[in-house]
Structures are given as structure tokens and as C-alpha cells.
């Protein structure tokens, strides 16, 4: 069974820096693609960044320039590096895995980031 288990989020004001991280545990293969998501209130869950454990690394638009995504396979770990935060970053970040060989995909519990103007 794979867990996540995130920390790091919290309160900072515009322009300041926050750190997520997450942690797997149990198997999650060797290829798998590692991300966070996230939710603002009263809108859909949406892309922030993966990577997959090739290295391949994907960004929202709307985070290009200021989100660094990263990850140790051998810990497996991925962490998400905010800077420059902006209002609209608020919301609640989830930590995703999705395993390729024996597809499973599996949700972090969650945890709030708030930017205040």
C-alpha cells in the first residue's frame, strides 16, 4: 500500500518563499511520475508540477519562473520550492504518485498554503 505524507505548507505574504515536501511509502516502482496539484476555493483541483522519475518535468503556465519541483528517487521524495507567492497561490496543495508498472494512483492528504496581499 503507498502512502504520502506532505508538510511545509503555512501562511507567508505575497512575495515570500514556502517549501513543500512528500514523502512515499511502499512501492512505487522504479517509473512512476511524482506531482503536486492543487484547489482554491470554489474551483477544480488543478496542475502545478510533475516529474517523472526520468526527470521529465512539467509546470503550469501560471507557475513557470517562480515553482521549483525536484525529487530523490532513492528517498522518494518530491518537493515543490515556492517563490515569488502571489495571492492567488492560495490553496490547498496536493502531493500525487502515479505508478506506471502496475498502474496505481495515490492522493496526499493535503495541506494549506495561504498568501496574504
Known amino acids: 500500500q503507498v502512502q504520502l505524507v506532505e508538510s511545509g505548507g503555512g501562511s507567508v505574504q505575497a512575495g515570500g518563499s514556502l517549501r513543500l515536501s512528500c514523502a512515499a511509502s511502499?512501492?512505487?516502482?522504479?517509473?512512476?511520475?511524482m506531482g503536486w496539484y492543487r484547489q482554491a476555493p470554489g474551483k477544480q483541483r488543478e496542475l502545478v508540477a510533475t516529474?517523472?522519475?526520468?526527470?521529465?518535468?512539467t509546470y503550469a503556465d501560471s507557475v513557470k519562473g517562480r515553482f521549483t519541483i525536484s525529487r530523490d528517487n532513492f528517498k522518494k521524495t518530491v518537493h515543490l520550492q515556492m517563490n515569488t507567492l502571489k495571492p492567488e497561490d492560495t490553496a490547498v496543495y496536493y502531493c500525487n504518485v502515479r505508478r506506471l508498472v502496475v498502474y496505481l494512483e495515490v492522493w496526499g492528504q493535503g495541506t494549506l498554503v495561504t498568501v496574504s496581499s
Open positions: 516529474i517523472t522519475s526520468a526527470g521529465t518535468i
Open positions: 511502499g512501492s512505487i516502482s522504479s517509473t512512476n511520475i
